[in-house]
């Protein structure tokens, strides 16, 4: 079963605008990371967050981390049309055995 | 650069055929990993593997084995190819536990 959900599915915004999307999952987690996937290509990684971080910022990317609600947020600030992608959260569990497990992303457009 | 090769970026093969999907790492990472991508399921992890001729079952292990020969190579058989096994493959590496993966550009898998 699939450790995190994304919520939204899919999110459409103009150039310029802020993108934020969720993702919750369901048992401890040694870290929570988040993932980009270009239209039928592999996935790129782009941040990981520790389970004892609240939050991390990597150029105009910032993600959240709360393991009381068991959830995360990536934020996309000041959004370009190359940002148009799938987001996809993962988590690495010792209780999943270190198995990196994925939810089911969102795809994110951005409009120029 | 690390660098994740799968061996086709397309395939298609006959029902009833044995299936190998190759992947090679050159960073000599301990994980290495295979997923299955569908539209609206995300990645669903197929098997993972820690160490050479180490392997853990992911979440659909159904009609796939693995094979872990060398540290830098992990394929990925299908026994006997049916048409529900069509789909993007993945594959990907991590040095160790609790830090990013890296991923291949994918497979796209037709089985006729």
């Known amino acids: 079963s699939q450790q995190g959900e994304e919520d939204p599915q899919a999110l459409s915004i103009q150039e310029g605008e802020n993108a934020t999307m969720n993702c919750s999952y369901k048992t401890s987690i040694n870290n929570l990371q988040w993932y980009r996937q270009n239209s039928g290509r592999g996935l790129v990684h782009l941040i990981l967050i520790r389970s004892n971080e609240r939050e991390k910022h990597s150029g105009r990317l910032r993600v959240t981390l709360d393991t009381s609600k068991k959830s995360s947020s990536l934020l996309i600030t000041a959004s370009r049309a190359a940002d148009t992608a799938s987001y996809f959260c993962?988590?690495?569990?010792?209780?999943?055995?270190?198995?990196?497990?994925f939810g089911g992303g969102t795809r994110l457009m951005v409009k120029p | 650069d690390v660098k994740v090769t799968q061996s086709s970026r397309y395939l298609v093969k006959r029902t009833g055929e044995k299936v190998f999907l190759e992947c090679v790492q050159d960073?000599?990472?301990?994980?290495m990993f295979w997923y299955r991508q569908d539209p609206g399921l995300g990645l669903r992890l197929i098997y993972f593997?820690?160490?050479?001729?180490?392997?853990e079952k992911g979440d659909i292990p159904e009609g796939y084995s693995v094979s872990r020969e060398k540290k830098e190579r992990f394929s990925l058989i299908l026994e006997s190819a049916s048409t529900n096994q069509t789909s993007m493959y993945l594959c990907?590496?991590?040095?160790?536990?609790?830090?990013?993966?890296?991923f291949g550009q994918g497979t796209r898998l037709t089985v006729v």
């Open positions: 993962a988590t690495d569990s010792r209780i999943a055995g270190n198995m990196l497990t």
């Open positions: 990907a590496s991590s040095p160790h536990e609790n830090t990013e993966a890296f």
């Open positions: 593997s820690y160490d050479v001729k180490m392997k």
């Open positions: 960073m000599d990472h301990e994980n």
